[in-house]
């Protein structure tokens, strides 16, 4: 993850409806979006979501982007068929608004990691295992008491085949090194439509606070959705209905 300034942000500085305009708009999907599932393939959306998209892109132009930790094609069928840029995979997959796509090769010692997670899960129910194109996620949310041994695999994983460490809430991945939902947010600000605008960033994780943090430092703002959480952002929203509903109504301003 980068290194990034914590600020902690009081709970009562809430976003103003005025934030859009003239604002290129990035958003983490789970947590932020829709609510966090023990099991991630449980995940929908809804129709509710699925208008207020189509009304942001429209609000913005097109300068709506989703930055999340899921692989982009798992973004895509969620939406069933996304019309906006994504960025996935921790911002190792990007694809920009005029739909040219970037992202790295997988290395082999993610299959070692795949098979020494499944093991893990073998011996404990409740574990989830995400395998993903360049990432293998170890949820726990259903067996907490496994957190410290599964930290522990993972975190060997990362150090043994020179991957990187990513934890999440109830959750811990080995990726891909290299990039971050900042570089997400850095690499679709690069785009004609996007590059003269402020980017306005919206996450509710740790793994969102690089993208957090680039927003701010392009000129932007970053929003954390979470009432107590320290952060780099400067606005804070309670949970996801806030955030919806945050959205809606800049949206209709």
């Given at each position: 993850m980068s290194q990034t300034q914590t600020i902690n942000t009081p709970a009562s500085q809430h976003p103003p409806l005025d934030l859009l305009e003239r604002a290129s708009l990035f958003l983490d999907f789970d947590g932020t979006l829709v609510e966090l599932e023990a099991r991630p393939d449980e995940t929908r959306v809804n129709d509710r979501v699925r208008r207020l998209m189509a009304k942001l892109s429209a609000k913005l132009d097109g300068r709506l982007a989703i930055i999340s930790g899921r692989p982009l094609d798992q973004i895509d069928a969620l939406f069933g068929g996304a019309g906006f840029a994504i960025s996935g995979s921790h911002g190792l997959e990007v694809r920009m608004p005029d739909g040219s796509l970037s992202a790295p090769i997988r290395p082999t010692g993610l299959d070692h990691a795949l098979r020494e997670v499944r093991g893990l899960a073998a011996k404990h129910e409740g574990l989830v295992i995400e395998d993903k194109p360049f990432g293998v996620s170890l949820h726990y949310r259903?067996?907490?008491?496994?957190?410290?041994?599964?930290?522990?695999?993972?975190?060997?994983?990362?150090?043994?085949?020179?991957?990187?460490?990513?934890?999440?809430?109830?959750?811990?991945?080995?990726?891909?090194?290299?990039?971050?939902?900042?570089?997400?947010?850095?690499?679709?600000?690069?785009?004609?439509?996007?590059?003269?605008?402020?980017?306005?960033?919206?996450?509710?994780?740790?793994?969102?606070?690089?993208?957090?943090?680039?927003?701010?430092?392009?000129?932007?703002?970053?929003?954390?959705?979470?009432?107590?959480?320290?952060?780099?952002?400067?606005?804070?929203?309670?949970?996801?209905?806030?955030?919806?509903?945050?959205?809606?109504?800049?949206?209709e301003r």
């Open positions: 259903l067996a907490p008491h496994t957190e410290a041994e599964c930290h522990a695999l993972v975190r060997a994983m990362a150090e043994q085949d020179g991957l990187a460490l990513q934890i999440g809430k109830m959750m811990v991945e080995v990726r891909v090194a290299g990039n971050d939902k900042g570089h997400g947010l850095r690499a679709l600000m690069q785009s004609p439509g996007m590059f003269a605008t402020r980017p306005v960033f919206i996450g509710d994780d740790d793994t969102d606070e690089p993208a957090l943090a680039a927003a701010e430092e392009m000129g932007g703002a970053g929003i954390v959705v979470d009432p107590v959480r320290p952060s780099a952002a400067r606005y804070r929203l309670d949970d996801v209905a806030a955030t919806l509903a945050w959205l809606e109504s800049a949206v």
